[in-house]
């Protein structure tokens, strides 16, 4: 894991190729995150990926979270690791909610990583955020008639209440 | 023993007559009509669809099937198909995902007459803890059910007395539930206050509101 001032360090670099593509720094859990406009992500990506010095070349998860009320309010997290120095970085494309009738886009970074195909094709599954240029971009794991996008935090429950006595007592 | 083996002897050379005759047919012969022999005989011979859903397959089925230390063979169904054309149980062991239930159903409907279902554990009984949006809540909702073992997952024995139950029921023999047994009607839950069978006033009402809370959370 890059450290504080390594991080910086980064942004830098960063923001010399790709102005206005760093929005923020920061450590969670423990890691180094880059808070990204979503506009620049394979910039980022690819520059993380193939730059002379960084080499995080493999992709070791992509997934998506819907940081509600907040906002932008989804975002997609990039776990990088370079695998010769064991090291990782996040990267956290964020992105606004264009409202109800419309879905979030994004890049696919399935050119560069192409494991991303599986996991972008879930995001989409879950949180209804459309990866432009992604080959197949269907839902994958829920029925293909599914309607809605159920890990985002608006979505309804669901299931059935049960009567139980004490619902009975105390709600009923 | 000698005694019989004689007696036998005699009963086929024709010549046990009378009273002892009779004697001779009542201790030997087991009156039954057809249909109780082919409930017997289905009963103890019934092939299980290898099939499994969620933990419950993997943590019930091995244990109470397969495994010396319970063996579901004492009660003849060790033999089972991995096809559903020769199975006669479908056993439903885990959670039914809403993207598996139609597959289900299809094994279900490609079982020959006569077919029964198991349904095991608290998943595929009533949704269990699952109560979001994949999975189907109780597998009553598109297949009938025969047998409910409760539990998560269900002991082995449990697995293996629902198993007997259902084999009485094949037999033609439902077994009563202890509310029969014990006389206990109208205790459940849902029908406090009711009339049997239908939910009390109060029990619709909280039922109305517990669903309230639950769609406008
Ligand atoms: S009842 Fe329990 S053990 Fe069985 S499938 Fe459900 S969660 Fe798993």
């Not at chain 1, 980022?44 to 992709?59: E, H, I, K, N, T």
């Not at chain 1, 009320?69 to 370079?82: I, K, T, W």
């Not at chain 1, 990866?131 to 159920?150: A, S």
């Not at chain 2, 669809?49 to 419950?56: D, E, K, Q, V």
Request: aromatic share 10%; net charge negative; charged share 25%.
């Amino acid at each position: 894991m890059p450290d504080a001032p390594g991080l910086e360090l980064i942004r830098g670099e960063i923001e010399q190729d790709h102005p206005g593509a760093v929005l923020d720094t920061g450590f969670e859990h423990g890691c180094a995150s880059l808070a990204i406009d979503p506009a620049h992500v394979l910039g980022v990506l690819g520059w993380l990926r193939d730059a002379p010095g960084q080499g995080y070349r493999f992709l070791s998860s992509l997934h998506a979270a819907d940081y509600l009320p907040a906002e932008p309010r989804f975002a997609v997290h990039y776990e990088l690791l370079n695998r010769d120095r064991v090291e990782r970085i996040r990267v956290k494309a964020l992105l606004a909610d264009p409202g109800e009738d419309s879905l979030p886009e994004i890049d696919s970074c399935v050119e560069l990583f192409p494991t991303a195909e599986f996991q972008e094709r879930e995001a989409y599954d879950f949180f209804g955020i459309v990866f432009n240029g992604h080959p197949d971009l269907t839902r994958i794991l829920l029925p293909e008639d599914y309607v809605g996008w159920p890990q985002r935090r608006d979505f309804p429950v669901g299931g059935e209440p049960v009567t139980f006595t004490y619902n009975e007592r105390n709600y009923g | 023993m000698r005694s019989r083996q004689l007696r036998a002897r005699d009963m086929l050379r024709g010549d046990l007559e009378g009273e002892e005759l009779e004697r001779y047919v009542e201790e030997r012969v087991v009156m039954t009509n057809f249909d109780k022999m082919l409930g017997w005989a289905r009963s103890n011979s019934i092939f299980p669809l290898t099939f499994g859903l969620a933990c419950c397959a993997i943590e019930g089925i091995p244990m109470a099937a397969v495994t010396a230390r319970y063996d579901i063979a004492r009660f003849g169904a060790e033999a089972g198909r991995a096809s559903p054309r020769q199975a006669d149980l479908i056993i439903l062991s885990g959670r039914v995902s809403i993207k598996m239930a139609p597959i289900i159903r299809r094994l279900y409907d490609q079982m020959l007459e006569p077919k029964w279902a198991i349904s095991m554990g608290a998943c595929s009984s009533s949704g269990g803890m699952f109560s979001n949006y994949a999975v189907v809540q109780g597998a009553e909702k598109f297949m009938p059910i025969d047998v409910h073992v409760p539990g998560c997952p269900p002991r082995p024995e449990a697995v293996l007395y629902g198993f007997t139950k259902l084999q009485r029921k094949i037999q033609g023999n439902p077994d009563q539930g202890w509310r029969a047994r014990y006389g206990a009607h109208g205790t459940e839950e849902w029908a406090r206050g009711g009339p049997r069978g239908e939910p009390s006033a109060e029990a619709a009402k909280a039922y109305l509101a517990a669903r309230e809370l639950i769609v406008s959370a």
